[in-house]
């Protein structure tokens, strides 16, 4: 057995819900809560309703529910349509250092468990355990400078996690790993030029192909034998890998170093928002001369580069476009999603601003990424007049982490586009009580969209 996938399985299969620390746990429900918020906010979206409709196309009793319905399906598209809805807004947590969205492996741990008819504490070990494989395989690799997708290190974690509610033993959970590994290659094509769709379903689609991989696993279906150190294997693509020591035994539990987003934006433009809504209240927007964004290179050259950033044309592309988000949050002073509606994107203020913006490389804040998100932009005024401001961490980054209450306060404003206010209340209360929960038949019901 591929020693790497042999540490993987190891870990997995010997985890237990009595390992967790009290804060692993909260922290968990914290993320739940804050997942399914973001996928209840993006229940009406286009790419939601297409993933959703698919699934609805098949009825197994047996099977998996698809969020917001009672209806069930076969898991991996369950898996698929839920992961969408949780993506695509692009308001689930996210690593600090562009390792991706480690909550998209949620969508893939729900299936497996809501077949398995997993409890509550079965589904926070999966995911706590996901979460330290999704961050083993990205800081291990850390492909994206080999033109790979983040979404990879997801369908791994999801496979894992699934394959662990799932209840397979140490030689099948290996089998999922490999599963996972070979067949789902994604390429970061994903994330540049003028984006797509796509952008916001590739990570459901990981979640579909995770939890396919360990269902496999799970019915017999071996995998190759060594898909990382193999003479093909992963290792051609990342050079050496070595898989750190996973949590426990006085090592940190990686799913607390995540950061929830509390603004609904790519995670690079967390600070630039930040440091935008402060200079809001300084300048006027129609005496701005120039804007200039001080950032990491890596923010640079996802949201801050290509010409497309200037002139985005799709929800997918504006949610990743550092000139647009600086010129709406400074002409608004305040963030709101809604930046990214159709009517927005034509707004000829927000088009004149981004023509006076300029996003640069700073070497020191390169430097000091991704330990610190550092942003600082400056404002020059017609009158001569000079602004500037900076921060070091967006409010969620678990070095400036939100509290219950600022969770409970984001899901209430996305839940609220999906359920009643009563229902919100009654989905906040269910979600809460996950560590309690027998199943998850009490969750799906509370969630249930009903208009």
């Given at each position: 057995m591929d020693k790497n996938v042999a540490l993987i399985a190891d870990y997995a299969h010997a985890l237990r819900?009595?390992?967790?620390?009290?804060?692993?746990?909260?922290?968990?429900?914290?993320?739940?809560?804050?997942?399914?918020?973001?996928?209840?906010?993006?229940?009406?979206?286009?790419?939601?309703?297409?993933?959703?409709?698919?699934?609805?196309?098949?009825?197994?009793?047996?099977?998996?529910?698809?969020?917001?319905?009672?209806?069930?399906?076969?898991?991996?598209?369950?898996?698929?349509?839920?992961g969408v809805m949780t993506r695509y807004l692009d308001g689930n947590d996210a690593y600090p250092g562009g390792g991706g969205h480690p909550s998209d492996v949620i969508a893939a741990i729900l299936a497996a468990a809501d077949v398995k008819g997993a409890s509550g504490q079965d589904v926070i070990t999966a995911i706590v355990l996901a979460y330290e494989v999704f961050y083993a395989?990205?800081?291990?690799?850390?492909?994206?400078?080999?033109?790979?997708?983040?979404?990879?290190?997801?369908?791994?974690?999801?496979?894992?996690?699934?394959?662990?509610?799932?209840g397979l033993d140490r030689k099948r959970m290996a089998e999922a790993v490999s599963l996972s590994i070979v067949p789902n290659v994604s390429l970061d094509a994903t994330r540049y030029g003028n984006l797509s769709m796509w952008k916001g379903c590739a990570a459901g689609n990981g979640a579909r192909n995770g939890v396919f991989a360990a269902l496999l696993a799970e019915a017999g279906l071996?995998?190759?034998?060594?898909?990382?150190?193999?003479?093909?294997?992963?290792?051609?693509?990342?050079?050496?890998?070595?898989?750190?020591?996973?949590?426990?035994?006085?090592?940190?539990?990686?799913?607390?170093?995540?950061?929830?987003?509390?603004?609904?934006?790519?995670?690079?433009?967390?600070?630039?928002?930040?440091?935008?809504?402060?200079?809001?209240?300084?300048?006027?927007?129609?005496?701005?001369e120039k804007v200039t964004v001080y950032t990491y290179w890596f923010a640079w050259d996802v949201i801050g580069k290509e010409p497309e950033k200037w002139r985005p044309t799709t929800r997918e592309a504006a949610d990743h476009s550092m000139p647009y988000i600086i010129a709406a949050t400074l002409i608004d002073r305040a963030f709101s999603d809604e930046v990214f509606a159709?009517?927005?994107?034509?707004?000829?203020?927000i088009q004149q601003l981004m023509d006076k913006i300029?996003?640069?490389?700073?070497?020191?804040?390169?430097?000091?990424?991704?330990?610190?998100?550092?942003?600082?932009?400056?404002?020059?005024?017609?009158?001569?007049?000079?602004?500037?401001?900076?921060?070091?961490?967006?409010r969620g980054h678990y070095k400036n982490p939100m509290n219950d209450d600022e969770v409970n306060t984001k899901f209430r404003g996305l839940a609220q586009r999906a359920l009643s206010k009563d229902g919100v209340e009654r989905a906040l209360d269910a979600l809460w009580q996950l560590d309690s929960a027998k199943d998850l038949g009490a969750i799906f019901k509370a969630v249930k969209v009903t208009h």
């Open positions: 819900y009595s390992d967790l620390p009290a804060d692993v746990v909260h922290h968990c429900k914290q993320i739940v809560v804050d997942t399914f918020g973001v996928a209840l906010g993006a229940f009406d979206a286009e790419p939601c309703v297409i993933a959703r409709d698919m699934a609805l196309r098949t009825s197994v009793a047996s099977g998996a529910c698809v969020l917001g319905t009672d209806h069930r399906t076969l898991p991996e598209l369950a898996a698929f349509a839920n395989i990205w800081a291990t690799t850390n492909l994206r400078h080999k033109g790979m997708d983040n979404v990879f290190y997801g369908t791994i974690g999801g496979a894992v996690g699934a394959a662990k509610v799932l071996t995998g190759p034998e060594k898909p990382i150190e193999g003479e093909h294997g992963l290792e051609k693509l990342s050079g050496a890998f070595k898989l750190a020591p996973f949590a426990g035994a006085g090592r940190p539990y990686r799913i607390c170093e995540s950061t929830l987003k509390y603004f609904l934006s790519e995670g690079h433009s967390l600070s630039p928002i930040t440091v935008a809504l402060q200079l809001s209240k300084q300048v006027n927007v129609d005496d701005i159709d009517e927005r994107l034509r707004d000829p203020r300029e996003v640069k490389e700073d070497k020191e804040i390169t430097r000091q990424f991704p330990d610190k998100l550092k942003c600082r932009i400056e404002i020059a005024t017609k009158g001569g007049g000079r602004k500037i401001a900076e921060t070091d961490y967006p």
